[in-house]
């Protein structure tokens, strides 16, 4: 029975990988919409896959949200060594602290013994205070940091839970919903042709900055986020990225295929 389980998720992965057209899939057990536990597998799994990919000099660039959170809460010393470096991949998109990008490099850091850079631009911010902000030297440097790195880490979100999760005008919430958005990924909202409705105005990586990062890793999991996945993963250039799911997501995103 067990390695009947293990096969179907293998073949999962398999038709997965074809179907989104990814580098590579790695499906973990159950669904994260209705067990909490399963994150942390996600977490866990994804650490183990990027293990793979990391130097004493690499730099990590990071997302925000709860899955990235429980990345961050698994990680561990043998991950990292003292010069590696966690970034977080985009300034403030509206996200309550704990899960900002800048406390989750934090966290991830602390727990894995590297180092960790912050990026603080707010939110709602004028032309004038923003073009200012980009002239910052410290800022520059983060900003430099982000685009060399050789992992982008992140997670993928469904459009209108993002959008009510963060602190959206009404004026972007119609931009999101009239455009019938999806997903979301790094502030930018998917349709479900993978076209981009709207993107957040902030500083830091690109969706076209993503095309020359090596390492991709997307992080997501719950039935109700395979509209999202697949969305995000029609729009973007998928060559080098790896996603850490569940089976959860992944039967939902199987289905009819
Ligand atoms: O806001 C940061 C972010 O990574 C989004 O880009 C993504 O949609 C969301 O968090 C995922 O959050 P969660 O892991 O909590 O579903």
Redesign the pocket.
Known sequence: RMMIEIMGINVMEDSLKEKLGVRRVIIVPGNSDDLPWVKEELGRAAIQSMKACVSDHTTIAV???????AVAGMLTPDFASPDMLFVPARGG???DVQ?Q?NVICATMAQKSGARHRVLYVPDQVSREVYESIMKEPSIKEVMALITSASIVL?????AA??AKR?NTSEEDLRTILDGEAVG????YYFDVHGKIVHKVKTIGLQLKDLASIPNVFAV?GGAS?AN?IQSYFKGMPQSSSTLITDEGAAKELLKGS
Not at 63 to 69: E, K, Q
Not at 154 to 158: A, Y
């Open positions: 997302t925000g949200g709860t899955t990235m959170s998109i509206g996200e899960n990008a992140h997670g993928i979100g469904d839970t993002m963060r979301e990924a790094f502030g997501a986020k999202a």
